[in-house]
């Protein structure tokens, strides 16, 4: 009894096109010497090309072993294509958008579906928004942490975030092409630290820019448990009330802000999970898998109840209330 918020696959229209259209969409399907298959795609993506990517039985499957009953299913960041010329990118979206809703409507009690667009082009990825949102399967938009050298509060972006608000899309952050990639190279480091380093900077620069104070009514939440954000959120509190430089465009301090900041469970020790419902209340908590990838806990639940100090309250809002209020949909078994 429990909903998954951060559950990727790679859509199946996806892989057709790289099977078909490969070099037009900068990806591939190749065997290695080895006789395995492999998926490279843009973002130093090269990944086995097992079920687990695609497979909606291997994902059902892996759903029942996590103690999973549901989840929103987002396209893997890989897929995210906003490196190409926007009308590709439009294209790609609407493919993945599609194949995305195919997959939810096989079993609509236990899935519904993130879009994605073409956040390059601004008009595009309204227009493919409003396109998507009218899709039943599709509750919301997962979106990257920047989009080039843009963060989320740049001026260009601002009118699609003002249109998520207005079709009540439920914006995934999730975080790719992380700054300073190339000194974490070794040690899986841009995964380790990189990662949870971007995803704050998606937060500060929503919170600092002044976005969550002009649209008051966008949804939003956070991979990784919200990155780094929650445990230096006192650091970006203290600047805002003493640092004299900077220029920030908000009339509140940051904590003024904090329930506008929902996340997934994402932080592996029980304790950090207790420090963190304690943060951000634990109706601001949702259970996240990673699926399909290593970096993702086998069982995304466990952390939930071995959690010390939190109440069946706090439980069930972080295993399927939470999802529940954001997504405004209510799954299988919860």
Not at 91 to 101: E, L, M, Q, T, V
Not at 275 to 283: K, N, T, V
Request: charged fraction near 20%; aromatic fraction near 10%.
């Amino acid at each position: 009894m429990a909903i998954d918020l951060h559950c990727h696959i790679f859509p199946p229209e996806y892989l057709r096109l790289a099977r078909t259209e490969g070099e037009r969409i900068g990806a591939r399907i190749y065997r290695r010497d080895d006789g395995r298959t492999f998926l490279q795609a843009p973002g130093d993506f090269d990944y086995p090309l097992t079920d687990d990517l695609w497979s909606v039985p291997a994902l059902t499957t892996a759903l029942a072993r996590r103690h999973l009953s549901g989840a929103a299913l987002s396209v893997a960041p890989p897929t995210l294509s906003y490196w190409a010329e926007a009308g590709l990118a439009a294209d790609i979206s609407a493919a993945n958008n599609d194949s995305i809703a195919e997959v939810v409507r096989g079993d609509p009690q236990r899935f519904v579906g993130l879009a994605t667009v073409p956040l390059q082009d601004v008009p595009r990825a309204i227009r493919e928004l409003e396109r998507a949102m009218k899709l039943p399967e599709i509750r919301g938009v997962m979106i990257a942490s920047h989009v080039g050298p843009k963060n989320l509060d740049h001026p260009d972006l601002f009118p699609f975030l003002e249109a998520c608000q207005a079709l009540d899309a439920c914006v995934f952050v999730h975080p790719y092409e992380v700054l300073g990639s190339e000194r974490m190279q070794d040690y899986y480091m841009w995964n380790l630290i990189g990662m949870v380093t971007e995803t704050c900077v998606a937060i500060e620069a929503l919170i600092f820019g002044g976005v969550y104070e002009r649209l008051p009514r966008l949804k939003t939440y956070f991979a990784h448990g919200g990155g780094s954000f929650p445990w230096l959120r006192g650091r970006a509190e203290y600047g805002f009330h003493h640092l004299i430089t900077p220029t920030f465009k908000i009339t509140r301090p940051p904590s003024d802000y904090l329930g506008r900041i929902y996340v997934d469970n994402m932080v592996y020790i029980p304790s950090a999970l207790t420090w963190l419902a304690g943060q951000l209340g634990s109706d601001h908590i949702a259970v996240g898998s990673d699926y399909p990838f290593d970096i993702g806990p086998t069982d995304p639940t466990a952390i939930v109840r071995e959690a010390p100090d939190l109440t069946d309250g706090d439980r069930e809002n972080i295993l399927y209330g939470t999802a529940q209020q954001l997504l405004g949909v209510r799954l299988a078994g919860a």
